[in-house]
């Protein structure tokens, strides 16, 4: 069975311009949340969507923003790239988005902003 | 304000030496997480512990859970190189409707030949 899979894997963008990550779930998974990780430090808590709304946000800017598809899918955005964000951002997949369900994840993708 | 703690930061143990990683959390969670990362490289993960007093073990590594210490620790026996990576514990939090993972600070193991 596959795992969930992002894309791209790797991303290099200029200060204040856009980008959008895309995720795929576990199939039958309807959850999906996302989290960054700067070098050296562990992953933050960002989104987290279900059924197509999003159910928890964490502590980042208005900047990100994500969606959810009606496959499950899900994309984040990020507007006005800051040197900061320069991150790998983790995409994870649950049965739901409550309860006792692990969350797996996927590769990542590898953001650098110059 | 959520912490969840780890300790030591980095760790750098001998092949064959036995060593604990302690992950500390200051609020009620029943569901804690210990995941692998290799440079470069997303979560892999290693345990699942649900409930107070839970131990699992997988080859040279052990975990286990004390709820109302809220304390996880990753004991690693007889350590060998492969085991070099970083090492994140992570609490689940239930906040209104949604569950996230709040993540340790990591510890970086390096095993010496």
């Known amino acids: 069975d596959a795992g969930v899979t992002q894309s791209p894997t790797h991303l290099i963008k200029t200060r204040g311009q856009h980008v959008t990550l895309r995720c795929s779930p576990i199939?039958?998974?309807?959850?999906v949340s996302w989290y960054q990780q700067v070098l050296g430090q562990g992953p933050q808590f960002i989104f987290q969507?279900?059924?197509?709304?999003?159910?928890g946000r964490g502590n980042f800017p208005d900047r990100f923003s994500a969606r959810q598809f009606p496959n499950y899918s899900s994309e984040l955005n990020v507007n006005a790239l800051l040197l900061g964000d320069s991150a790998l951002y983790l995409c994870?997949?649950?049965?739901?988005?409550?309860?006792?369900?692990?969350?797996?994840f996927g590769p990542g993708t590898r953001l650098t902003v110059t | 304000e959520l912490k969840v703690e780890q300790n030591p930061l980095f760790l750098s143990m001998q092949e064959g030496k036995n060593y604990t990683i302690y992950c500390n959390y200051s609020?009620?969670?029943?569901?804690l997480y210990w995941y692998r990362q290799d440079p470069g490289k997303s979560l892999e993960s290693l345990f699942v512990?649900?409930?107070?007093?839970a131990v699992k073990q997988e080859g040279r590594l052990m975990a286990s859970l004390d709820t109302k210490a809220r304390l996880s620790t990753l004991h690693i026996t007889a350590a060998v190189h492969d085991l070099s990576a970083t090492y994140f514990c992570a609490v689940d939090i239930k906040g209104g409707a949604t569950n996230k993972l709040i993540f340790g600070t990591g510890t970086l193991l390096a095993v010496q030949p």
């Open positions: 512990l649900l409930s107070n007093g």
């Open positions: 994870a997949s649950s049965l739901s988005g409550q309860g006792a369900y692990e969350q797996y």
């Open positions: 969507y279900y059924e197509k709304e999003e159910r």
């Open positions: 199939s039958g998974h309807k959850s």
């Open positions: 609020t009620t969670s029943d569901r």
